[in-house]
């Protein structure tokens, strides 16, 4: 079993940023890849970002991309999600998930996904 929390999250202007962090315990993370989430009400989960197991290949959704930065660091078994110029529509609450992949890449098949709580994001106009 994994266990994931997520921190971070907050209320920001629109324009300003945020860190998110999602601390993984149990089994070897680093040998998974991890990503982020998000989910407004009523809506199904969407993809936000992905990292391979080394940190050195990343996917976006073509919503964040340019403003969002997905990163890794193994010796403390955490994700991060750096959020800048954050707009209104951003809006939601914020997963980590972690899975076990066919390859190296987030977007590979996968196995034993694993989430998080969830942490809100708030971003005022």
């Known amino acids: 079993q994994v266990q994931l929390v997520e921190s971070g999250g907050g209320l920001v202007q629109a324009g300003g940023s945020l860190r998110l962090s999602c601390v993984a315990s149990?089994?070897?993370?680093?040998?998974?890849?991890m990503g982020w989430f998000c989910q407004a009400p009523g809506k199904e989960r969407e993809f936000v970002a992905g990292?391979?197991?080394?940190?050195?290949?990343?996917e976006y959704a073509d919503s964040v991309k340019g403003r969002f930065i997905i990163s890794r660091d193994n010796a403390k078994n955490t994700v991060y999600l750096r959020m800048n110029s954050l707009k209104p529509e951003d809006t939601t609450v914020y997963y980590c998930?972690?899975?076990?992949?066919?390859?190296?890449?987030?977007?590979?098949?996968?196995?034993?996904?694993?989430w998080g709580q969830g942490t809100q994001v708030t971003v005022s106009s």
């Open positions: 149990g089994r070897i993370v680093s040998t998974y890849v």
């Open positions: 998930a972690t899975r076990q992949t066919l390859e190296d890449k987030w977007s590979s098949p996968y196995v034993n996904n694993y």
């Open positions: 990292i391979n197991r080394s940190g050195r290949s990343t």
